[in-house]
T-cell receptor, first 114, second 111 residues
Framework: DTEVTQTPKHLVMGMTNKKSLKCEQHMGHRAMYWYKQKAKKPPELMFVYSYEKLSINESVPSRFSPECPNSSLLNLHLHALQPEDSALYLC?????????????FGSGTQLSVL | GESVGLHLPTLSVQEGDNSIINCAYSNSASDYFIWYKQESGKGPQFIID?????DKRQGQRVTVLLNKTVKHLSLQIAATQPGDSAVYFCAESDSGSRLTFGEGTQLTVNP
């Protein structure tokens, strides 16, 4: 069982809605990640937080807004999304975001934008 | 059974056979490699990793081989079981926190 917990598991939202995805880990990891995964495709990196600071933003549109309130929590705020943003959103954590670490993934939030 | 080429999306094997899943990478600077297993409706699950100072690493029923000369990575699964059916991704990292995933291979184990 994964030690990275994501909520909700499923989310349906309209293009004018505002919603948030939540992620929590209690492994003492100091790096947390958001990935986006389309069906039958590999996960694509969106954001990396290391020690609660945003260290990587892979040119993600501003309608996706990450937040790291503390080292255990990671949120992804969604606003004015498009249907093409429908995907599985995966949260992951690792020891501290430095060289060559394994990532531990949650089960994801399956997002549908109508 | 063996998958060949970077873009072969599926591999079908009989239960009890050995499976070989291949992955090619392009970044010569990559020094850390991971194999993940992803079952339907779940996130990727760590299987095994290897650093560039090694050629081979073994786990329980799995072996990862790294050939840096031709930038090739493979995952060998011994005595494949129905529970091994999943999509398998290789991923690489070059001295940073950015882990880049390959396209993935769908492994189907026939009873």
């Amino acid at each position: 069982d994964t030690e990275v917990t994501q909520t909700p598991k499923h989310l349906v939202m309209g293009m004018t809605n505002k919603k948030s995805l939540k992620c929590e880990q209690h492994m003492g990891h100091r790096a947390m990640y958001w990935y986006k995964q389309k069906a039958k495709k590999p996960p694509e990196l969106m954001f990396v937080y290391s020690y609660e600071k945003l260290s990587i933003n892979e040119s993600v549109p501003s309608r996706f807004s990450p937040e790291c309130p503390n080292s255990s929590l990671l949120n992804l705020h969604l606003h004015a999304l498009q249907p093409e943003d429908s995907a599985l959103y995966l949260c992951a954590s690792s020891r501290d975001g430095t060289e060559g670490e394994k990532l531990f993934f949650g089960s994801g939030t399956q997002l549908s934008v109508l | 059974g063996e998958s060949v080429g970077l873009h072969l999306p599926t591999l079908s094997v009989q239960e009890g056979d050995n499976s070989i899943i291949n992955c090619a990478y392009s970044n010569s600077a990559s020094d850390y490699f991971i194999w993940y297993k992803q079952e339907s409706g779940k996130g990727p699950q760590f299987i095994i990793d290897i650093r560039s100072n090694m050629d081979k690493r073994q786990g329980q029923r799995v072996t990862v081989l790294l050939n840096k000369t031709v930038k090739h990575l493979s995952l060998q699964i011994a005595a494949t079981q129905p529970g091994d059916s999943a999509v398998y991704f290789c991923a690489e990292s070059d001295s940073g926190s950015r882990l880049t995933f390959g396209e993935g291979t769908q492994l189907t184990v026939n009873p």
